[in-house]
């Protein structure tokens, strides 16, 4: 699959790059991996900081409050039951991690997929290497702008890190700006459009070509 090549000016440069079938092509694409890669993605985003405490956590007197029997109301051992105001909360959460491990082939699998997904539907952009000289959000918009692509949702794959481009795009909500590398299937699945560098496409074919 071929596609055209634009400036940051918005124009067609004349040129075209191969989108690779092993990455943007697969004949069946595994929704099953895609599935298992994004629930791993956003268990991992979970803190797993909540917590609430026991009846051996919680301060009160351990003194039973009332004699056993003859008082016509129910047995107490001590005010920290779960039964009385201010009690232990019964089997209530603890710190835990809700993060698992996805294998790495299965991951690579997902990206493929979801990147094939993104190919059929004519979403994926390729720009040319571009640089910013200062961080400056007016003139990220106006190459979105250029590219018509202003009112969608937009991941940007650079080719390396480019602090000013990132900063410039990094406080637009609609936006991501972020290394080709690091890309993943949730990123991809989320956005509307990817615009992808030349230099960015070289490197997803050397992470996910083999």
Do not use: C
């Amino acid at each position: 699959m071929k596609v055209a090549v634009y400036n940051k000016e918005g124009k067609e440069t004349g040129r075209q790059v191969e989108l690779p079938e092993t990455i943007f092509g697969l004949e069946t694409p595994s929704d099953h991996a895609i599935w298992q890669d994004v629930r791993s993605f956003l268990a991992n985003q979970r803190q797993g900081t909540h917590k609430a405490k026991g009846r051996g956590e919680v301060s009160g007197s351990t003194k039973k409050p009332f004699k056993q029997k003859g008082t016509g109301g129910a047995r107490s051992g001590h005010k920290r039951s779960p039964l009385w105001r201010h009690g232990g909360r019964v089997f209530g959460p603890n710190p835990h991690t809700y993060g698992f491990k996805v294998n790495g082939k299965l991951k690579e699998l997902a990206r493929r997929s979801a990147l094939t997904y993104k190919a059929r539907e004519s979403k994926i952009t390729v720009v040319e290497n571009f640089s910013m000289d200062a961080p400056k959000t007016k003139d990220f918009l106006s190459v979105l702008a250029n590219l018509k692509l202003n009112n969608s949702k937009v991941l940007l794959l650079l080719n390396a890190e480019q602090k000013n481009i990132y900063l410039s795009g990094r406080n637009l909500p609609k936006t991501k700006v972020i290394t080709a590398k690091d890309v993943s299937t949730y990123d991809i699945l989320n956005a509307e459009t990817i615009v992808i560098m030349e230099g960015g496409l070289e490197v997803i074919n050397a992470n996910l070509g083999n």
